[in-house]
């Protein structure tokens, strides 16, 4: 029982590199999401999926794009890395999104130098 | 602007001790409130409250919505260090969830 496996766990980036956070669900779920997580600071969602084939902002999008590849896979892009995107990121779905009770992954730590 | 404020942000208690988190929420269209658990990793689920689902029990866990005043607690009873985390609550608002700050809560033996 997976539930929600995000790849890799760990990554240090130099600013100005790029890299793709990959993350996928084998519970059959229609929504998926994309988070981070700053000390004090919650969850802040960046983008999300309501069902395969649309994607949308959430509330802090900016230097992030996403690709929504099936029903399972949901995957995060940075083009060009900055410090401010040193974080850790969550990736998230749910059968939703009515209930919306959302099912988390373990969590990549990235740090841009 | 939709927001979701939890108090206090950090509390240190005893094990044995009663504690109360609470959350609230300035949200439109008010469907749902969810608390989670998050220990060194992901969030787990812990409970959903409704306008038809007030209050729910899990063992030591209780959570109460009070629609009226726009907040609910998560209470904790007879605490256990295995109780340390960060406790969050969020609110679904328009198919997405509001999350708050979060509170930290620790347990000393």
């Known amino acids: 029982n997976a539930g929600v496996t995000q790849t890799p766990k760990f990554q240090v980036l130099k600013t100005g590199q790029s890299m793709t956070l990959q993350c996928a669900q084998d519970?059959?779920?229609?929504?998926m999401y994309w988070y981070r997580q700053d000390p004090g600071m919650g969850l802040r969602l960046i983008y999300y999926?309501?069902?395969?084939?649309?994607?949308d902002k959430g509330e802090v999008p900016n230097g992030y794009n996403v690709s929504r590849l099936n029903k399972r896979e949901f995957s995060l892009r940075l083009e060009s890395a900055a410090p401010s995107q040193t974080s850790v990121y969550f990736c998230?779905?749910?059968?939703?999104?009515?209930?919306?009770?959302?099912?988390f992954g373990a969590g990549t730590r990235l740090s841009v130098l | 602007e939709d927001k979701v404020v939890q108090s206090p942000l950090s509390l240190v208690v005893h094990e044995g001790d009663t504690v109360t988190l609470n959350c609230s929420y300035e949200?439109?269209?008010?469907?749902?409130l969810l608390w989670y658990k998050q220990e060194k990793k992901a969030p787990t689920f812990l409970f959903m409250l409704?306008?038809?689902?007030i209050e729910k029990k899990s063992g030591r866990l209780s959570s109460i919505l009070d629609k009226k005043e726009l907040s609910s607690i998560l209470n904790i009873t007879a605490t256990q260090t295995g109780d340390s985390a960060i406790y969050l609550c969020?609110?679904?608002?328009?198919?997405?969830?509001?999350f708050g700050q979060g509170t930290e809560l620790s347990v000393k033996p």
């Open positions: 998230a779905s749910s059968s939703g999104p009515i209930p919306n009770i959302q099912y």
């Open positions: 519970m059959n779920h229609n929504s």
């Open positions: 999926s309501a069902s395969e084939g649309t994607t």
């Open positions: 949200v439109t269209n008010f469907r749902s």
């Open positions: 409704t306008s038809s689902g």
């Open positions: 969020a609110v679904e608002q328009g198919g997405k969830l509001i």
